[in-house]
């Protein structure tokens, strides 16, 4: 495998890059993330966007609803619902149309609420959700397209235990301690599905594009065929600051992610089993198809779009910074924890700096590559 010598046919800052891998503050989430999401969203809005192509339309002057479960801060979303707008207007040039971006209450909407109302055109209104998809987000049979990505594999309660050995995520997890995880996430996916056969209309439909392991390959996200787990790597750095005295041995078990990527198995289970609530609800699994999104950054590196291996390292840090900095954070969550904030941040900050230290010295090793299970449900009519 070629290393970080590799010839540069160009030399350029990448403009994602920060001057320091701990200045998050440079750019919102939406921002940071466009280009590592850019691909696997491309894909799975596909998806999402040709089911409005043959399905059931409503009735009447019902309006046709679509939601975003997980949209996030929301702009990442707009591409989505302008194609649905775009799907709908071909078969239907006068039927209302409600797009519902939905995420947590903690989400900042001010981009959406911002944005003109009339961009989307005439008859389409625009609205932002928080309630939570772990409930129904909407009224009973309302919703006729919904859409959720990269958000799903997270538990609803937190983490069932505190991982005391393997450190950040799940797919680290053994024993008694992945069990108790995969038993979370069951019961979790199960209410998830059961949620949105509340809310579809009959006929309705709901495309989730969820992190998954693929048990025919081993692959799960961050974890292919490049040599290197970038969450195992993350946890390993959480580690290293455990035994330079840096952090407590308590608060690595604390730096514990409430989520779990579960199996394609697990994904199918509640839609192979006639008797399941989820089933009994009326959902059915017209598709589920495995989604290999390959990093684009790394495919950068290598057409020499970096000045260097350490510029790489630090730009790829920052960006990975934008969706596990909290879950790194998490080290300070326990009620005894008494670490002035500031100093919290500088040790977590700490950890991406030996996170791009680690990406320097093996450039090529590392990927942002997500491994998804895109999936089509559909609500019986």
């Known amino acids: ?66 939601v975003d479960l997980g949209a996030a801060d929301g702009p990442n979303t707009v591409p989505l619902f302008k194609d649905c707008v775009k799907a709908v207007r071909e078969r239907d040039a006068a039927r209302p149309i409600v797009l519902v971006f939905e995420d947590q209450p903690c989400n900042d909407f001010s981009k959406i609420t911002q944005m003109d109302p009339t961009s989307w055109g005439k008859k389409v209104f625009p609205m932002v959700n928080n309630i939570g998809f772990f409930d129904p987000t909407m009224p009973e049979g309302s919703v006729h397209l ?45 209410r998830l599905l059961l949620a949105r056969a509340s809310e579809l209309a009959p006929g309705g439909r709901c495309v989730i594009a969820n992190l998954c392991v693929d048990e025919s390959t081993g692959w799960y996200p961050f974890s292919t065929d ?32 409430p989520e779990y990527y579960r199996t394609i198995a697990e994904h199918k289970k509640p839609f192979e089993d006639p008797e399941s609530l989820v089933r009994k609800a009326g959902l059915v699994l017209k598709s589920a198809d495995v ?14 779009e970096y000045a260097s291996a350490e510029e790489y390292g630090k730009a790829f840090a920052s960006l990975v910074q934008a969706f596990s900095y ?34 320097t010295d093996a450039p090529l090793t590392f990927g942002y590559e997500t491994v998804a299970l895109v999936m089509v449900i559909e609500k019986a009519v």
């Not at 001057?19 to 993330?33: L, R």
């Not at 989604?291 to 020499?304: D, I, N």
């Not at 954070?329 to 670490?339: G, I, L, Q, T």
Request: proline fraction near 5%; hydrophobic fraction near 35%; include cysteine.
């Open 226 to 257: 490049l040599g290197a787990s970038l969450y195992t790597t993350i946890s390993d750095c959480l580690r290293s600051m455990v035994k330079d005295c840096l952090m407590t041995e308590h608060e690595f078990e604390w730096a514990t992610s």
């Open 326 to 359: 909290n879950k790194c954070m998490r080290a300070f969550k326990s009620p005894e924890n008494k670490r002035p904030q500031e100093e919290q941040r500088k040790l977590i900050d700490e950890v991406y700096h030996r996170l791009a230290k680690r990406i």
């Open 291 to 304: 989604q290999v999104c390959r990093c684009p950054l790394k495919k950068e590196y290598e057409a020499g």
């Open 146 to 190: 919904s859409f959720s990505s990269f958000s799903m594999h997270y538990l609803a309660g937190g983490p069932p235990c505190n991982f005391k050995t393997t450190g950040l995520k799940d797919t680290d997890a053994v024993g008694k301690e992945k069990a108790m995880f995969a038993a979370a996430a069951e019961k979790d996916w199960e």
């Open 1 to 66: 495998m070629e290393d970080h010598l590799t010839p540069l046919k160009k030399a350029r800052t990448a403009p994602e890059a920060p001057k320091d891998v701990a200045d998050v503050a440079m750019f919102d989430y939406s921002t940071k993330t466009e280009k590592l999401q850019k691909e696997t969203l491309t894909r799975s809005y596909g998806v999402a966007v040709s089911q409005i192509k043959d399905m059931q339309m409503p009735t009447g002057n019902t309006p046709f609803t679509v």
